[in-house]
């Protein structure tokens, strides 16, 4: 239940956005005699497809709940640009939905990708899916350009492509906390089609991923160190670190520090074997 002070600021927040939008920005007509700036609630009750007793009593800052869908129709309603609807979540106590597949990244993101190099360093949305790597990371675990775009996701590649296996040191242990991490993601999305048809997608393919689902295995993300068996630069092993992007909250940068010195020694290496097997 959100809180009312929470309630209130959420009132507030629509009424002044409200205020800022005339009928001609939204595609209706002006109308005459209007006593109050910008949309009338009625209006933005319309655009959104909720009744107006119920949009009033969100601006009036009543106890009652309201849906992640009503949140988000009333976003598109408002015009809201991404920050603003991450702030409406917020006030309204509810996770931002993840609204299907990332797009591209900004171009300083890949720049601060690429500029990790040797390191392998990759962003990710928040169902997994690859949205920029470094030639580091293609060394390490082959060009996921070779991959059709929809199986460019770090947890696909981990319980389907089968030289996982083998390249990944300890895969059940490394697999088993990918997928317990996984899960804490899409609770966080529990109406984005993007999750629901992902994790269908694994149970199907994958007997581990099926089973693990069913047992309801749950951990965090922890600092922690991994180790690759490489087809040509044998053992490497590294330190993974999950950093967030404060302009796309959504999106995290993952980077691999090498934890020894033959590892930071295969480092320039990498960058051009973009050939080696496929993982993650």
Avoid at 107 to 128: G, I, K, N, T
Avoid at 199 to 221: C, G, K, M, P, Y
Avoid at 239 to 256: H, Q
Wanted: hydrophobic content about 45%; charged content about 25%.
């Amino acid at each position: 239940m959100v809180e009312v002070t929470s309630r209130r600021q959420l009132a507030a927040y629509l009424r002044s956005h409200r205020e800022r939008l005339t009928p001609i920005d939204v595609g209706l007509p002006p109308g005459l005699r209007r006593r109050t700036p910008g949309l009338r609630r009625e209006e933005v009750a319309l655009l959104s497809g909720v009744s107006v007793t119920w949009y009033t009593w969100i601006e009036q800052a009543r106890d009652i709940v309201v849906s992640r869908q009503v949140l988000d129709s009333i976003a598109r309603a408002l015009r809201l640009e991404p920050p603003e609807r991450r702030h409406l979540f917020g006030l309204a106590g509810e996770p931002l939905p993840a609204g299907g597949p990332a797009g591209a990244p900004s171009v300083a993101l890949q720049c601060m990708v690429d500029v990790l190099e040797p390191y392998p360093a990759y962003l990710v949305s928040p169902c997994w899916d690859l949205l920029a790597w470094n030639r580091a990371k293609a060394g390490l675990i082959g060009d996921p350009m070779k991959l059709a775009e929809t199986e460019r996701n770090t947890i696909w590649i981990a319980f389907t492509d089968p030289a996982q296996r083998h390249v990944m040191v300890d895969w059940r242990r490394q697999a088993l906390g990918m997928l317990a991490q996984y899960r804490i993601d899409a609770a966080q999305y529990p109406n984005d089609s993007r999750f629901a048809a992902l994790t269908e997608s694994l149970r199907q393919a994958s007997t581990e991923f099926r089973d693990w689902w069913d047992h309801n295995v749950i951990t965090d993300f922890q600092p922690t160190r991994r180790l690759f068996d490489h087809p040509e630069f044998g053992r490497l092993t590294y330190d993974y670190l999950k950093l967030a992007v404060v302009e796309s909250p959504e999106l995290r940068l993952i980077t691999l520090v090498p934890a020894d010195e033959a590892t930071a020694a295969a480092g320039p290496a990498l960058l051009a074997g973009r050939d080696a097997a496929l993982v993650t």
